[in-house]
């Protein structure tokens, strides 16, 4: 029944530790996380450790004894069994932290680290748009205004799976009338010059 607990102990720990440092946004998240993972070591120290000590008894020359020899042997197996353990799970808890502080400094652009954003500059351009109409279809129309009067309208082609855009600065009304003949281009070509 110990055992049980033990493994269940470790399994709840595990997850949140790594989804503690996988998804920290501040530092005192990544202090919890850290402040757990030495409780993660020792459970996965009880789990993965057998509790038995080994009984490997070495052959011995005929008329001659000697009790501590195995016993040292023993140990010095068994310590090295730990220690790499212990560097295992120690190396794997730095990469861990490693990443989260990277990504803190990198600003989230670490792939498959949390806040990982490859489109942020393209929210930066499109900061403050709303959608205010559709045309769906199999070549869909969305239009997109701002409070100042500017906008952008995007085309949705779902044959070829392709986005194409146009913008302006004022008269959204009467472009959105006519937005199948606008002409479309790609986000950089019709976002360059605003």
């Known amino acids: 029944m110990s055992k049980f607990f033990t493994i269940i102990s470790f399994i709840i720990l595990c997850y949140l530790v790594v989804s503690g440092f996988a998804t920290a946004t501040s530092y005192a998240q990544l202090g919890v996380a850290t402040f757990f993972y030495p409780l993660v070591v020792y459970f996965a120290f009880k789990v993965f450790s057998s509790g038995k000590k080994p009984n490997y008894q ?24 730990k220690r790499a353990f212990l560097k295992l799970v120690g190396g794997m808890g730095a990469s861990f932290f490693l990443v989260s502080l990277l990504n803190k400094k990198l600003g989230g652009y670490l792939p498959g680290a949390a806040g990982f954003n490859p489109v942020s500059s393209v929210e930066n351009i499109l900061n403050g748009y709303k959608i205010s109409d559709i045309n769906d279809g199999v070549i869909s129309y ?9 906008w952008y309208i995007m085309r949705e082609d779902t044959n070829d799976g392709t986005f194409r855009y146009t913008s302006g600065k004022s008269n959204y009304p009467i472009s959105w009338e006519s937005h199948e003949k606008l002409q479309y281009s790609y986000f950089n070509s019709a976002f360059g010059s605003s």
């Open 58 to 81: 070495p052959p011995q020359p005929e008329g001659v004894r000697i009790e501590s020899v195995p016993k040292i042997e023993r140990a010095i197996t068994t310590d090295i069994e």
């Open 142 to 150: 969305y239009g997109f205004t701002t409070k100042t009067g500017a």
